[in-house]
């Protein structure tokens, strides 16, 4: 069973086209980090949200931690093929050290 | 900087075989980490070290070992390799904790 669930799980999108892909937990999220992944590569960190209510934009993605601290999403803007590949949230759900990670939503963006 | 390594890229074995996967960052950093990615299923923590001399036990650590050699290396040992380990394996490191997490570019393991 999967503590972090994302949405959707795949997603194709026209080229300049908005997005959201959205982690939803059961419980509160202590951290919440999330990572890109290019098909056959290792993940590229993206962004971290701690506080409820916190959001952080780096270029034309912005990630939301809601005030409850249970679910983030992670919204592009005007998608380009260079968005394409899988996103991946990663949470701590207690005073661990470890991460557990959502399954991926994979993002295909057409030209 | 080469960030995180790991070896081989890529390893195809015969069931019960065993193996070790190399890891090393050089980021001077405290935690490592080791993660197996599966289709549909995300990553999962088969085990990490949160410091050098510790390792603990994470999601699935079933069929696996771990040696954090020194401060630099985490190796991952599959003693009798099954066909359900099949998978593709990163390795992580932070500088303590829930820092930032850095990847490998992983090793994609196939056992027939």
């Known amino acids: 069973s999967q503590e972090l669930e994302q949405s959707p799980q795949s997603l194709i999108v026209q080229e300049g086209k908005n997005l959201t892909i959205n982690c939803t937990s059961s419980?509160?999220?202590?951290?919440l980090y999330w990572y890109k992944q290019k098909y056959g590569e290792g993940l590229i960190f993206l962004m971290m949200l701690q506080k409820g209510g916190e959001e952080k934009s780096h270029e034309k993605i912005t990630a939301k931690l809601d005030e409850k601290k249970q679910q983030s999403s992670l919204h592009i803007t005007a998608s380009q093929p260079s968005h394409a590949g899988i996103y991946l949230c990663g949470a701590e759900t207690g005073n661990t050290g470890k991460l557990i990670f959502g399954q991926g939503t994979t993002l295909q963006v057409k030209p | 900087n080469a960030g995180v390594t790991q070896t081989p890229k890529f390893q195809v074995l015969k069931t019960g075989q065993s193996m070790t996967l190399q890891c090393a960052q050089d980021?001077?950093?405290?935690?490592m980490y080791w993660y197996r990615q599966d289709p549909g299923m995300g990553l999962r923590l088969i085990y990490y070290s949160a410091s050098e001399g510790t390792t603990d036990k994470g999601e699935v650590p079933n069929g696996y070992n771990v040696s954090r050699l020194n401060k630099r290396e985490f190796s991952l040992r599959l003693e009798s390799a099954a066909p359900s380990q099949t998978s593709v394996y990163f390795c992580?490191?932070?500088?303590?904790?829930?820092?930032?997490?850095?990847f490998g570019p992983g090793t994609r393991l196939t056992v027939t």
């Open positions: 992580a490191s932070s500088e303590q904790g829930l820092n930032e997490q850095y």
């Open positions: 419980k509160t999220l202590y951290g």
């Open positions: 980021m001077n950093h405290n935690s």
